[in-house]
């Protein structure tokens, strides 16, 4: 996870051409706070190299 | 009909076919209801008055002309406004989208619960571009509890329960990406079905999440949930989700009891984080089952996270040119969550969806020792209209991103799944059943022999 999130999300911002406001950015900070640490809980989850990710299910 | 204003569908439909009420009366009775009702719930949106009278009159026509009608005949019904209604711009709950042309044609869902004979009256309001729990919406204002109007419907479809719920309608369809159908039907105390991912086409709507948006009816008796999903069933080619099965029709083995059904609680993740009143629901239901086992869905807790890093992260793919140029547009609160959703390094979302391969196999070996698995639908009652938090397990946390960590790990999977409402006071408590893929036809059983036995039932809120 980035040391520094507010770094980040100007980074990303300018790479992806969002307009984010000064006001916004504690919010949005907060949310990707706790968005990277649920995808960190799931990246640490032992999966095998030959697994596919799921998009449309077939049974 | 003694109660027209709380007729269910299935009793609507058998008094217009068989002449005892014309259609045009109850449309007039539901157009007089909303008119009545609507200023205080604020869940329509759009009242299709002139439409509806029009379809009225030619379901008149035809049965006097001796046709027979579908099996909705005269049944009022109104739709989320992310559907597609000739005529209206879809809009989704947002700002944004008001401007968008009206749209030319009819949602296929629509198209079809008409060609079954029912009516539409209206759209519904809902949490803007359906990132909601809790059907307070910035630019519609909140849609409003009929069992207490002081509380929240609960998101995103919340017009929709509100409008079920308060009886202004006896159907009405909505949409489940996380959770959408189940928690209004759950705080609002309605039938809500949220089918296997795939079998409901959901062309011409407006998407969220593709890769876990679902559509579903609303409906006050599990009989109209499943006449409701009968009726919208088939494959459609508009759609590249929606799979090419043939209708398998649930309403004709409704009645054949629970049988040597194998019916298993949801253990561990799904028993943690719940108000008393959650309990109690589940409780209730556990008692009027015979359940055989508890079972427990691995990583349930983990398979939420990652049900909400691919939604958010899908969602800001979806409205990226939308947060670029119109930011100021949005909800904030929905923005914000958008804007980080856009900012997840991609090897973590891929992650995610690789996980979410591993876990659906892990639940679909459950299926093969169970048929359906009972859990809570939401944590607590419907919250206060402007709560912000609640405690859960004696730690305090955001209403808005916690409403549904009991049906997010469900969604994301494509399972179906049936709410029951538990007539619990103050509010009533929804119930998850949950079966196996395009196994609806078992969760409904469940859900129209709980109701036989009374322990489930969509109770008439004071004042309506």
Redo the contacts between chains.
Sequence with gaps: MPADLDT??DT??EA??????EA?KP??RA??D???K??????E?P?PDE????????? | MSDLDWSSASAIAEAVSSRKVPALDVVNGVLTRIEKHNPVLNAFTDVLAERARAKATKVDSAIARGEKLGPLAGVPFAVKNLFDVEGLPTRAGSKINRTRAAATRDAPLIERLEAAGAILVGALNMGEYAYDFTGENIHDGPSRNPHDVTRMTGGSSGGSGGAVGGGLVPLALGSDTNGSIRVPASFCGVFGLKPT??RLSRARSFPFVP?FDHLGPFARTARDLAAAYDAMQGPDADD??C?DRPIELVSPLLDQGLGDLRIALAGGYFQKNLFPEAKEAIARITKALPLSREVELP?A??AR??A??IS?CEGASLH?DR??TR?NDFD??V???L???????AP???????????Y?AQVLELFKSVDVIIAPATPCMAPKLGQTTFVLDGVELPVR?NIGIHTQPISF??LPVVVVPVPLEPMPMGVQIIAA??REDTALRVAHALEQTGAVLAKRPKGF
């Design positions: 980040y999300i990303v911002a992806l051409a969002l307009p984010v406001e916004w919010t949005i949310n990707l706790v968005s990277l649920m995808a960190w809980m799931v990246q989850f999966l697994i596919e990710p799921a998009s449309i299910y077939r049974v | 991912y795939g890769s590249a989700a799979v990583e807790m983990r996270s990652a909400y890093v958010t990226l947060l670029r930011p904030p609160a923005r914000d969550r804007f980080a959703g856009a900012m997840i390094p973590l979302v891929d992650r995610a969806q690789k996980f979410r391969r591993w659906r991103a999977i494509g893929p395009w």
